[in-house]
């Protein structure tokens, strides 16, 4: 900190730091310290915003990405005035509809222009439900409802969906696409008419922002912060 000149310290998402907090206010007392919180996890104790709140008395302001994460550690014995939101956006340039990349997509996928698309990224963890994700699938087939359900993300339940993807002859229907490049989900996000997130848990997903950038209607659990962007008068 004194040879680089540091002005601000930022912790996010990392246990050990928090544990140094200490140290570094007994011999760098002038520099402000912060934090940055997304979500906090029940099966954890509440994780790293738990570690935060413990090493409360050191840091000098915590940034939560939602105003329900806010209002969880102030619940739980942090000053209001030392916890402030910062919603995490996208670059609205960048993301945005691409009626190119979408025909581009869908022939490569053999997906018609009429045919619905629906669309989850994420990790494939139970945290994200994308088991849930291929079982809706198979419920609106067995209804005769037509689409295409596009997969993007891998994880630990990525063996136990494409299993019960082959069991109940899915293929044409889910697309189990693999972890695929930031330009690859903004092509796919293209080429799909609704974003997919049924979260046991969540902050705000960045994806959640990438999708309605692009005009993309979302579905999404109540949970976490995700009903300060998704609202009943969304726009999209």
Known sequence: IESRGVTTVLVHNDLFAYRLLPFLRAWCADVPILDVLHI????????VPRAALEYDPVIDLHVTVSHHLRQWMVE???????VEVCHINVDTRRWQPDPVARERV???LGVRADEPVVV??????PQKRPRL???IAR??????????????????DRRWMARFVRRHRLER?????GAVSSAQVKEIMAASDLLLLPSEQEGIATVLFEAMAMGLPVVGTRVGGIPELITPDSPT
């Open 133 to 135: 994700v291929v079982e």
């Open 76 to 82: 739980r014995g942090a000053d209001p005035a030392r």
């Open 173 to 177: 229907y889910v697309r189990l696409m």
């Open 120 to 125: 989850f990224v994420g990790r494939l963890a």
């Open 40 to 47: 906090e996890q029940a099966h954890y104790h509440g994780g």
């Open 139 to 156: 419920a609106l087939r067995e209804r005769g409802v037509p689409g295409v359900f596009l997969v993007v993300g891998d994880g630990p």
């Open 106 to 108: 869908r022939a490569t």
